[in-house]
C-alpha cells in the first residue's frame, strides 16, 4: 500500500495518505478540503540491513586504495 503526500490548494497543509483504492476521495486533515494537490517525494529504498548505501568513490573497483593490491578486481 502506497503512501502518498498531497498538498491542500485551499491551506497549504501537507498531508500524507496511505491509498487502498485509487477512488478514494481524499481530504485535507487541516481545514477538510478536498483541492489536493499529489506532490513529487522520494522514495525510501531499504535493504535487510538498513538504507542501501550509495556508490563510493575512489579506486577502479569502488574502493578507496584498491588498485594494485593482491585480490583486487584491478589486478596488480
Given at each position: 500500500m502506497p503512501i502518498?503526500?498531497?498538498?491542500?490548494?485551499?491551506?497549504?497543509?501537507?498531508?500524507?495518505?496511505?491509498?487502498?483504492?485509487?477512488?478514494?476521495?481524499?481530504q485535507?486533515?487541516?481545514?477538510?478540503?478536498?483541492n489536493l494537490r499529489k506532490l513529487m517525494s522520494a522514495h525510501n529504498i531499504k535493504g535487510s540491513s538498513g538504507p542501501v548505501a550509495g556508490p563510493t568513490g575512489g579506486?577502479?573497483?569502488?574502493?578507496?586504495?584498491s588498485c594494485g593490491t593482491p585480490g583486487s578486481c584491478c589486478g596488480g
Open positions: 502518498y503526500e498531497y498538498q491542500c490548494e485551499s491551506c497549504g497543509a501537507i498531508n500524507e495518505y496511505i491509498v487502498f483504492d485509487g477512488h478514494e476521495r481524499l485535507c486533515k487541516a481545514c477538510q478540503g478536498s579506486g577502479c573497483c569502488g574502493s578507496p586504495n
